[in-house]
Nanobody, 114 residues
Framework: QVQLVESGGGLVQPGGSLRLSCAAS????????MSWYRQAPGKERELVAAITRAGGITNYADSVKGRFTISRDNAKNTLYLQMDSLKPEDTAVYYC???????WGKGTLVTVSS
């Protein structure tokens, strides 16, 4: 069955970095545009970044532009999110999503705090 498994979350100080990964299985990863969403406590889930099937085009929320980088390795069926210059307002559960599908991961928690 389809699985999206996020990893790499944790506690980091403001200004620090984390790299999230999303391991995909059960579908043809290279045929799917992919994205990262996040949901902070008490807030709606929001789009963070998206990437096309071959990885040639990316889009970012204004709040993370210049700090986060989405990428993918189709040979490894893995999606990544490099997060630099992290801020407390980046604290959220981060989810991997196959665009246009009903497939979501269970999320990984990122906490930015001193």
């Amino acid at each position: 069955q389809v699985q999206l498994v996020e990893s790499g979350g944790g506690l980091v100080q403001p200004g620090g970095s984390l790299r999230l990964s999303c391991a995909a299985s059960g579908f043809t990863f290279s045929n799917s545009a992919m994205s990262w969403y996040r949901q902070a406590p008490g807030k709606e889930r929001e789009l963070v970044a998206a990437i096309t099937r071959a990885g040639g085009i990316t889009n970012y929320a204004d709040s993370v532009k210049g700090r986060f980088t989405i990428s993918r390795d189709n040979a490894k069926n893995t999606l990544y999110l490099q997060m630099d210059s992290l801020k407390p307002e980046d604290t959220a559960v981060y989810y991997c999503y196959a665009i246009g599908s009903r497939y979501w991961g269970k999320g990984t928690l990122v906490t930015v705090s001193s």
